[in-house]
């Protein structure tokens, strides 16, 4: 068996969950924002993106909202949303559950859910959840790259988290999810 070193494989799986996180992240809504032009002396090296936090105003609407609309399931999307782009994970994963006692076909939802439960360290939860969203589909990216991360960092079995992401490129090839698995993939076979 040849023997792994622990510093390029730290190193890798760190750019990988890096470019998964990006993934998850990039396919977040965003409302148009309008920004004026800042002058051209000003124009330095952009900072790196920080956690939006929660509209509070928003939130109190949305939450109004689900009150008064008990069987809305968008509300509560919404709601899940705002919360875990913020990563205020204890407070989407609620909003997330009551969506899928709603609607159980919302696998986006529940690929999110499972992946709020995994950041709130409860990896167990989060595989469980995953099984659940391959029950709605058994060939959704996202919640293969999901798995992937999950079975990397979480429990630390680099050959399952191998196999699910050969599974992203093998069920939405060109995707960025794909992309996303390709590189997971490429630096996990470089240290490997």
């Known amino acids: 068996m040849t023997r792994i070193e622990p510093l390029p494989l730290v190193v890798s799986l760190l750019l990988a969950c890096g470019l998964m996180g990006w993934v998850v992240w990039s396919q977040r809504p965003v409302e148009p924002v309008t920004v004026a032009e800042a002058p051209p002396s ?3 090296t952009p900072p790196a993106p920080a956690v939006p936090p929660v509209d509070e105003t928003r939130a109190a609407e949305l939450r109004q909202a689900a ?3 008990p069987g809305d399931a ?3 999307v919404d709601l899940g949303n705002l919360y875990f782009y913020a990563q205020r994970f ?3 994963v609620p909003w997330y559950e009551a969506v899928l006692e709603l609607d159980p076909g919302q ?3 529940s690929t999110d859910l499972g992946l709020a439960y995994y950041y709130l360290e409860d990896t167990e939860r989060a595989l ?3 099984d659940r969203s391959f029950d ?3 060939e959704h990216p996202k919640t293969f790259l999901s798995l992937g991360m999950v079975r990397a960092f979480g ?3 680099l050959d399952g988290a191998m196999a699910a992401w050969e599974e992203v490129v093998r069920v939405a090839p060109g995707s960025s999810e794909a992309l996303a698995a390709t590189e997971a993939l490429q630096s996990l076979r470089a240290v490997h």
Do not use: G, K, L, Y
């Open 42 to 44: 000003a124009a330095q």
């Open 67 to 69: 009150e008064q609309s």
């Open 74 to 76: 968008q509300v509560r």
């Open 90 to 92: 204890e407070e989407a």
């Open 107 to 109: 696998i986006d939802v």
């Open 128 to 130: 469980a959840q995953f």
């Open 136 to 138: 709605i589909d058994p």
């Open 155 to 157: 429990n630390r079995d």
